[in-house]
């Protein structure tokens, strides 16, 4: 399931880009020439697209396992190796409790209220948090579990 779940996000991913790329083409031409008539919803359309994208590429990013880390320590055995990693997966699945709870509350916050220029519900954008700490949890809780695994003396699968 979670690899269904991460080549649908994969999609999504793509999709996202690729639709940002209107509106933010349709602002570049409106300024620049007067064959198209300056449309003010793209730049909130951008935006919205543009905190989408972000927020599923950090959950792509932490179930590849592809954000960048620090290597502090020397060489260390395969289990204290993993052991180290669940530290720090222990930490990441705090910030992504934090991004589920606060994003919970900013999604509150925005539920019945509308965007200033094209009137999109706020909603729509302010939920991409909560969603991106629902995927952390469940990519880095993978992870962890196979850290713990190794960590306990067993193997990694």
């Known amino acids: 399931m979670i690899s269904i779940l991460h080549r649908v996000l994969n999609v999504l991913l793509a ?28 730049e909130e359309m951008a935006r919205f697209l ?14 590849e396992q ?5 290597d ?7 289990r204290l190796n993993a052991g180290v990693k669940l ?3 222990v930490a990441i699945l ?10 919970y ?12 220029l094209a009137d999109l519900p706020l909603w729509t954008i302010h939920i991409a948090w909560p969603i991106t700490g629902l995927l952390w949890l469940i990519f ?6 196979k850290q713990l695994r190794i960590a306990l003396g067993g193997s990694a699968s």
């Open 15 to 42: 999709t996202s880009v690729a639709i940002l790329i209107v509106p933010v083409s349709l602002q570049i031409f409106s300024r620049f020439t007067s064959i198209i008539p300056h449309y003010i919803w793209t």
């Open 50 to 63: 543009f905190v989408w994208t972000v927020m599923l590429g950090a959950a792509v990013g932490v179930r």
């Open 66 to 70: 592809a954000h960048f880390d620090v």
């Open 72 to 78: 502090l320590w020397p060489d260390l055995s395969p």
């Open 87 to 89: 530290i720090a997966s």
């Open 94 to 103: 705090g910030f992504a409790l934090v991004f589920v709870w606060a994003g």
């Open 105 to 116: 509350e900013f999604t509150r916050f925005g539920w019945n209220r509308t965007s200033e």
């Open 140 to 145: 880095q809780g993978q992870h962890a579990v």
